[in-house]
């Protein structure tokens, strides 16, 4: 059963908390990201190596623009976005831009640490805010740029063309693609391995802090909701 009212395609199984939803959708990215960092096999190297990873990339940028509508129902639901149509990182990202939500914190925020106190049990945040934006974060042009790039390698070339000049041919030309790609994934992974990321709602401003563990693969995300302010 799907809500037809808006045509947004939710199953009765998605209807989870907000909180809920926005972990899922960074647990598929932090999956992504480790999967992209692992090295070639017998059986996926060279170019199918490369464009496995440019899709991953691909991958992680649109579920970087979902996440941005889905750390609240309402703002998802209000976009009215049919995910059939227009599961499109740009469309996506231009349908948000005017929503009045955009002036909360709906772009991830970098945290420095996330430690849980032992002494009164609660997690401490430390180093986010204005004097922490000079580090080498993702902004979002940026990641318009990752996703364009992409596209070269997740489509078939056509055989009338010089394909010599597309595919890498050499060790250094291989090597420059890979290396860009780990590059991607680090810059992801120092935006979003512990970060903060906010809606506005009518009884104030809530928001969300996700630390991913990138750095340990076996734990599980830790997301949890700060109190609401005005």
């Not at 908390?17 to 992504?32: F, G, L, P, T």
């Not at 190596?49 to 209000?78: G, H, P, V, W």
């Amino acid at each position: 059963m799907t809500n037809s009212k808006k045509g947004i395609g939710v199953d009765d199984w998605t209807k989870k908390s907000n909180i809920e939803i926005y972990a899922n959708c960074m647990k598929e990215i932090k999956d992504r990201i480790l999967l992209s960092l692992k090295g070639t096999t017998s059986y996926l190297n060279g170019i199918f190596f490369l464009e496995f990873k440019y899709l991953q990339m691909r991958k992680i940028c649109e579920l970087f623009a979902f996440s941005r509508i889905i750390t609240n129902r309402k703002i998802y639901e209000d976009l009215d976005l049919s995910f059939k149509d227009e599961w499109n990182f740009k469309k996506i990202l231009k349908r948000t831009e005017n929503h009045p939500s955009e002036k909360a914190k709906l772009l991830p925020e970098p945290i420095k640490s996330l430690e849980k106190s032992k002494i009164t049990g609660q997690w401490e945040l430390k180093g986010f805010g204005d004097s922490f934006h000079d580090l080498d974060f993702l902004t979002i042009q940026q990641i318009y740029t990752i996703y364009n790039k992409t596209c070269d390698y997740i489509h078939a070339k056509n055989h009338y063309h010089d394909l010599s000049k597309f595919y890498p041919d050499t060790q250094e030309k291989f090597d420059f693609h890979h290396n860009r790609l780990i590059d991607w994934n680090n810059k992801f992974g120092e935006l979003l391995n512990k970060h903060i990321v906010g809606f506005r709602m009518d009884e104030g401003f809530e928001t969300y802090v996700t630390q991913m563990y990138l750095e340990d693969p076996s734990k599980k995300i830790v997301t949890f909701t700060l109190e609401k302010i005005d």
